[in-house]
Each structure stands twice: as structure tokens, then as C-alpha cells.
């Protein structure tokens, strides 16, 4: 068992923007401390042998100008990487394109300052509806299983994530996480009851649990335990994901047919073995 309360705690959450080439885009920014130090915690994130161990196998061309691909999830281009201080990728799914970057820090009192940026275009219907925590919640359970793996007790292996985004804790896990982000929304100048909304829809999406307003989206019933294997990375993109398309065909509007919005896509850190 975890502390849910400490490791929701544990993470600050931003919400802003950024003005493109191609337009404004959401930024969404997570920082974590991690007790180990900033060497460990960067061969971590980029070691392909390390990464399942807390996440997913990663593989391709694990260099600067190299495409990698995380298992069932995205790939993109590595595009940049300052060992162990940061490194950052494209992140594409679904033919989406945004960007993720790592920063890595010292701590004041020991251990590891993570800052973990992804900055993306989401049409305003869909930020409107799910609001930040569709992805932030993502990275959050990715942030999770890193705590874990370097130390953090309780924290489910990889091979318990399905059992564990179903039960109560895992629940509870994701429901405080989405309450976390709507605060950061309305920090950054959200409207406090459209935020609420957006996060309970958010919350109710990772839990499989019916949001309380009829008009939001309603969760997967015939495909809900291929959407809950990982209480992450499920929004962002504009298709329907490979769980769904099996038992229902993807088709261009709002909902796919297992009643999932057509934007949701499982994120997932880039994380691969990047020698520069």
C-alpha cells in the first residue's frame, strides 16, 4: 500500500501556454523529487533496461536524431539531450505531434529535482471537457512508478499496474490526482467551476467510475479493462486507441463506439537509453 496523500503531494503541477509556429499550445509542467541521486535518477529514465522495470520496454535508434518507440504506446524523435541534466523528444501518436522535455536537478537537501514538461495543441472543446489533468494524470503515474522503483515502498511493479488501477487505493490515487490539477487549472486562470467539471470528467474516465453531469463523456464499458491497464496516458490525441479499435471500429467524431472521446490516447514517457 501506498500513501496516497504524500504522493500527491509530492508532485507541484503548472498549467499554461506557449505561443508556436503553429500556434498557441497547452504546456503542462510536473515536478517530483526523487530520494537518489541525479545520475541514478537520469540512467533511470534513459536506460533501456531500467525503464521496465518501472514503466515500458523502449526500443529504436536511442540517439540524438534517432526515432525510439515505447511498446504499445508512441514513439517520436529524440531530439536533444544533455547528459544527466536533460533531454527531450518528440512524442507522436496517432499522426499528433507534441513535444516532452526532463530536466534534472539537484536538490537543496539531496536527491534529485525531475521537471517533466510536455507541451502540446488541444483543440479548445477538448481542453474545455478534460482539462489539464487528461494528460497530467498520465505523468503522474508514470512519476508514480519511477518513486517506486527507486525506493518509494509500496508502489506496484509494472506487472501489478492492472490490479492495482482497479482497486480502491489505485481509485483514490487518481481521483485526488485530478483534484490536485484542477487547482493548478484555476491557479492559471481557470474558471473554478468549469474546472471542476472538466476534472471530474477527467477522473471519472481514469476510474472507469460515471461522472456525476449526464453530459460528459462516459467511460468504456465493453473495452474497461483494456483502458484501466495503467492509471495513465490515455488523452491528448485525436484517435481511437488499438484496445478500442479491436472491438469497435474508429470513426471521425466526438466518441469512438466504446464511448471513449475521440482524443484519448494513452501518453507515455519517452524514456530510452539517449547517448549524446
Given at each position: ?11 507541484r503541477r503548472e498549467v499554461g501556454t506557449r505561443t508556436l509556429a503553429a500556434g498557441e ?83 537543496p537537501a539531496g536527491g534529485t529535482v525531475l521537471t517533466l514538461e510536455h507541451v502540446g ?59 490536485a490539477w484542477c487547482d493548478a487549472h484555476v491557479v492559471a486562470g481557470a474558471d473554478p ?84
Amino acid at each position: 500500500m501506498i500513501d496516497v496523500k504524500e504522493h500527491i503531494s509530492a508532485v507541484r503541477r503548472e498549467v499554461g501556454t506557449r505561443t508556436l509556429a503553429a500556434g498557441e499550445a497547452r504546456v503542462v509542467t510536473l515536478t517530483r523529487t526523487f530520494d537518489a541521486p541525479v545520475d541514478d535518477v537520469f540512467d533511470a529514465c534513459t536506460n533501456s533496461e531500467r525503464i521496465p522495470r518501472w514503466f515500458a520496454p523502449v526500443t529504436g535508434d536511442l540517439r540524438v536524431g534517432g526515432r525510439y518507440q515505447v511498446q504499445g504506446n508512441a514513439g517520436g524523435l529524440i531530439e536533444r539531450c544533455d547528459p544527466p541534466r536533460s533531454f527531450a523528444a518528440t512524442w507522436e501518436f496517432g499522426g499528433d505531434v507534441s513535444t516532452i522535455e526532463v530536466r534534472l536537478d539537484p536538490a537543496p537537501a539531496g536527491g534529485t529535482v525531475l521537471t517533466l514538461e510536455h507541451v502540446g495543441h488541444v483543440d479548445d472543446e477538448f481542453w474545455d471537457r478534460f482539462g489539464p489533468g487528461a494528460v497530467g494524470l498520465g505523468w503522474e503515474g508514470a512519476l508514480l512508478g519511477l518513486a517506486g522503483y527507486l525506493g518509494s515502498p509500496g508502489v506496484p511493479k509494472p506487472a501489478d499496474s492492472e490490479a492495482w488501477a482497479v482497486s480502491d487505493e489505485g481509485r483514490a490515487f487518481m481521483v485526488r490526482s485530478a483534484e490536485a490539477w484542477c487547482d493548478a487549472h484555476v491557479v492559471a486562470g481557470a474558471d473554478p467551476q468549469a474546472a471542476r467539471a472538466s476534472a471530474a470528467r477527467t477522473a471519472a474516465f481514469y476510474t472507469g467510475v460515471e461522472p456525476a453531469d449526464e453530459g460528459a463523456e462516459a467511460p468504456c464499458t465493453e473495452h474497461a479493462d483494456a483502458h484501466r491497464l495503467r492509471p495513465c496516458f490515455r488523452l491528448w490525441n485525436r484517435q481511437c486507441r488499438p484496445s478500442c479499435r479491436r472491438g469497435a471500429p474508429r470513426v471521425r467524431r466526438d466518441r469512438c463506439r466504446c464511448g471513449l472521446p475521440r482524443s484519448h490516447r494513452r501518453l507515455a514517457m519517452p524514456a530510452n537509453r539517449v547517448p549524446c
